[in-house]
């Protein structure tokens, strides 16, 4: 197991120390270890000549969630531009007119991101949409100068779109920046923001902008429907006719729109009804298959049952002195008895007749009987009708 520990020295920057821990401590760990959590530390420092620097750590504890400085001075900085009307009380997601305005996007992204290539991928249909983009390193304490220096001067566009697909908390901990916070609310274009991330807290820099959504592929999407309604309007604007056939256009496409999604739903519907029926077939099978072996073992037992109450017969009537014949009658009665109980796992198996009244006629009824079934008959009203 292995601790990365991080620890900012006095000029602001965030050194790591790659700490591994020997299995006989791992008990002694505090619970709930996560990225992000506040530590103390106690250890030595030592000096290897093939390892170089070591810290041997004696003492590791846990303080309160969201005590260390890092929170602190993110509660500070929030409070601050709260004040000075910098941040919004709450995120918003932008208005739709916004969106509706916005035919020049100037796309602010790490290169080759993954959020990058959701939002691309989104608003490529888009025809009528100019997407213009800048790629910029989000991490390291250089990230936060140059993107407030791009978003000073974001040139002739409509909307500024900074994304990232997310990461951890030190990645994320640019967008709580007070110089990239500042630079997104002085912006001269309205800027949204679409960061994927899974802390508890906000982002500090999504109640700075015009809005924000919660991942790179929402934006996208946004934007594409916004795309969409503008070239509706043309369509319904052409001709004195046109609002009529922009209308009808509209409705057949969204008919078709809506058969195909009620298909797509129809299509996972059968292949539901298909799982559940092979899970019910097997489901069924299985308990049929436990019915017939209690019926066999049952018809073991009355075999055995049988011949012990024939040779018991036999013995009463031997001390008794009967004739020879009652006792070689007892034996064939017992014994064709015995024959014919233990044969009763072959007869489960023959099915009914289709007259044969008392059979299950739904599911439940199924199930019911063939969780207290025991006998061959009872066996044989669960099999299908010959």
Same mark, same amino acid.
């Given at each position: ?41 106690? !250890? ?15 003492? $590791? ?15 500070? %900085? ?23 305005? %916005?035919? +020049? ?10 959020? *990058? ?13 100019? $997407?213009?983009?800048?790629?910029? *390193? ?26 990232? !697909? ?24 309205? $800027? #949204? ?20 959504? &919660? ?21 319904? &604007?052409? &001709? ?23 298909? =797509?739903?129809?299509?996972?519907? =059968? ?26 073992? *049952?018809?073991?037992? =009355? ?28 034996? #064939? ?14 007869? %489960? ?23 207290? %079934? ?5 066996? +044989? ?6």
């Amino acid at each position: 197991m292995r601790l990365l520990l991080g620890a900012r020295d006095e000029r602001g920057e965030l050194r790591t120390v790659d700490a591994a821990v020997a299995s006989h401590c791992r008990p002694y760990l505090p619970k709930g270890l996560a990225p992000g959590a506040v530590l103390d530390v106690r !250890g030595r420092l030592s000096v290897d000549a093939s390892a170089g620097l070591r810290l041997k750590i004696g003492f $590791v504890a846990r303080r309160p969630p969201r005590d260390g400085p890092i929170h602190r001075a993110r509660r500070a %900085a929030r409070e601050r531009l709260l004040a000075e009307g910098v941040l919004r009380a709450a995120a918003i997601e932008p208005p739709r007119a916004l969106l509706d305005a %916005a035919r +020049r996007v100037l796309l602010i992204s790490p290169p080759g991101s993954a959020g *990058r290539a959701d939002f691309l991928g989104e608003v490529r249909p888009a025809r009528d949409l100019e $997407v213009r983009e800048i790629a910029v *390193r989000m991490n390291g304490e250089a990230a936060a100068p140059e993107l407030a220096r791009r978003l000073a001067d974001p040139g002739d566009v409509d909307l500024v779109v900074l994304v990232r !697909g997310g990461g951890d908390w030190r990645g994320l901990a640019l967008f709580d920046d007070e110089r990239l916070i500042r630079a997104i609310h002085a912006c001269p274009v309205p $800027v #949204v923001l679409g960061v994927g991330h899974r802390s508890d807290d906000e982002l500090l820099a999504n109640r700075a902008g015009a809005g924000r959504f &919660s991942t790179p592929t929402a934006v996208g999407r946004e934007l594409r429907a916004a795309a969409g309604r503008r070239r509706r309007q043309r369509a319904a &604007s052409a &001709s004195p006719g046109a609002p009529y056939e922009a209308s009808r256009r509209n409705w057949t496409a969204a008919g078709r729109d809506e058969l195909g999604r009620l298909r =797509q739903e129809l299509q996972r519907a =059968q292949i539901q009804l298909e799982r559940q029926r092979a899970l019910y077939a097997l489901a069924s099978g299985a308990l049929a298959e436990r019915v017939l072996r209690r019926v066999r073992r *049952r018809a073991r037992w =009355q075999f055995v049952a049988a011949l012990g109450g024939a040779a018991a017969a036999m013995g009463v009537l031997a001390a008794l002195a009967a004739p020879i014949w009652l006792l070689a009658g007892a034996a #064939v009665v017992g014994l064709a008895l015995g024959i014919w109980l233990g044969r009763g796992g072959a007869r %489960a198996r023959r099915p009914l007749a289709a007259t044969i009244r008392h059979r299950p006629r739904t599911d439940e009824d199924w199930i019911r009987l063939a969780t207290i %079934a025991s006998r061959p008959r009872e066996h +044989r009203r669960l099999l299908p009708p010959r």
